[in-house]
């Protein structure tokens, strides 16, 4: 079984971050063997750096704590559902 982690690098004041949100919430309902975690990205500049963010939102895809993805561009909850299921298979 391949152990994926999500991370969503947010910041509070973005609007697109807002809607990304949203869509992260319907992902946690629908992979539930998948570990979510939001992080503010103001609370955590040093993993900004580490990762080399380049913009909010962003989801970091990690399979056994290595990280294999970022995604900027949330097209859709299907999109991103198909993105994370193949690689949580």
Known sequence: MIVVKVV????????TC???SRMV???EQLLPS???ERQDLNYVPDKAVEWCIESVPCLLI?????L????????SVPY???TLRKLAE
């Open 25 to 27: 919430d319907v992902l």
């Open 62 to 66: 990690f399979q056994h704590d290595k």
């Open 8 to 15: 969503y690098m947010y910041t509070p004041l973005c609007g």
């Open 80 to 82: 991103l559902y198909e």
């Open 34 to 36: 998948v570990t979510f």
């Open 18 to 20: 807002q809607v990304a």
């Open 68 to 75: 294999v993805q970022k995604i900027y561009a949330f097209h």
